[in-house]
């Protein structure tokens, strides 16, 4: 067992949070039938904990699982390609909860604040998924599975504005979220996030456009694995394959 590689992704669990990881890997182990827990069971515990169970008996089709698949590999690859970036942890297409899919990153150490370079790295892996899909699929392809990455971005991008001081039209400034500003301010707000938005969209779409090939590989990859951890993918895009 990797107790480090467990600690990293384990950032904030409380003591009664670990007893609970333990406690499912155990039965995970006990279910599986071996007589000690090993590392796939801890790291079957905390997906559970952190994801959500799985949900083995969706009926998902073919064509669903390929665009999740290129979706999730969007969020993978701008993740990798792109400076302050959270390292990836884990890509994955098995429906957890009411999601089909979803890339798992994990920060180096304890972190108690981000700096501006890492927020616009946050924005470039939500944008990740939707590009993916539109190079694959089209603009009219595209579907709704990223609209949780987009609430995600539209929060991150309102709060730079609004309360880290990030914004040099806006200012160093913070706003209340109850407070009743003027219409003036308020559009200078909102011009500012959907700026911060398209930037990060542009971004993305011009690391998927440099490395479609790698795109391509990844997908094909969660296809076939359902679930690559973030070092596969690096032998992968690295020419090794995954377990080469």
Known sequence: VDLDQLARGTPGFSGAELFNLINQAALKASIEGLNKVNMHALEYAKDKLMMGAERRSAVISPETMKMTAFHEAGHALVALKTPGADPVHKATIMPRGRALGMVMQLPEGDQTSMSRQQMLARLDVCMGGRVAEELVYGKGGVTSGASSDIMQASRLARAMVTKYGLSEKVGIVF????????????????????????????????????????????????TEYESVSGSEIVDLIEGRGIGG
């Open 175 to 222: 706003f209340d979220d109850k407070a009743n500003y003027s219409s003036l301010s308020q559009n200078e707000i909102d011009s500012e996030v959907k700026e911060l938005l398209s930037a990060a969209y542009e971004r993305a779409k011009a690391v998927l456009i440099k490395h479609r090939a790698e795109l391509d590989l990844i997908a094909q990859a969660l």
